[in-house]
C-alpha cells in the first residue's frame, strides 16, 4: 500500500490523494491486482516532510528502510481555504523508564508524614474525622 496524488484529469490541476494497494505478492513493476482509494480530493497543493531525531530536523525525503520517522508533517492546499491544513501524525512514542515497585515497610510506611491511622487525611484533619473539615486557629479567631 502506497500514499499517492493523482491529477483529476490531463487539462486540470487539481489533485486527488489516495492509497494505491496492490497484494504483496505482485511483481514489482506490474499493475495487477491494483486499487485505487480516493481520500481527498479537490487538493491544489500538498507537501510531507519527516522528522529525523537523529538530525533534530524535518527532511523532504526518508530514506531509512530499517527506521520510522517519529513524526511525519503533512501540508494541504484547498481551493476552499486561504491557509493550508497542517497535521502532524507521531508514529513512534519516546518509552518512560519503568520504575520498579518496592513494597512498604516499617521504615517507609509513612512517606507524607500524616498521622497514624490517617491515611491521605489532610493537615489540620482529625483520625477518621472529615478530611475537608477546615478547623478554626486555635486563638478563637471566627472561621
Keep these: 500500500m502506497g500514499f499517492r496524488t493523482r491529477c483529476v484529469g490531463a487539462a486540470d490541476s487539481r489533485l486527488i490523494i489516495g492509497f494505491l494497494r ?11 491486482g491494483q486499487s485505487w482509494v480516493p481520500v481527498l ?3 491544489r497543493s500538498l507537501q510531507i516532510r519527516y522528522f529525523d531525531p537523529r538530525l ?3 527532511v523532504d ?15 494541504v492546499g484547498r481551493p476552499d481555504r486561504t491557509e493550508p491544513l497542517e ?3 507521531a508514529l513512534g ?12 515497610t516499617n521504615a517507609n510506611a ?10 491521605g ?23
Excluded: C, H, Q, Y
Design 121 to 143: 487525611g489532610a493537615p489540620g484533619s482529625t483520625p477518621g474525622g472529615n478530611p475537608g473539615k477546615i478547623t478554626s486557629p486555635p486563638s478563637g479567631g471566627k472561621p
Design 56 to 58: 533534530n530536523a524535518w
Design 93 to 104: 512514542r519516546t518509552p518512560l523508564p519503568i520504575m520498579p515497585i518496592t513494597p512498604l
Design 61 to 75: 525525503k526518508w530514506t531509512d528502510n530499517t527506521l520510522l520517522p517519529r513524526l511525519i508533517r503533512l501540508v
Design 22 to 32: 496492490k497484494p504483496a505478492d505482485t511483481a514489482e513493476g506490474s499493475t495487477e
Design 87 to 89: 497535521a502532524i501524525i
Design 110 to 119: 509513612n512517606p507524607g508524614g500524616n498521622p497514624a491511622g490517617n491515611p
Design 41 to 43: 480530493d479537490d487538493v
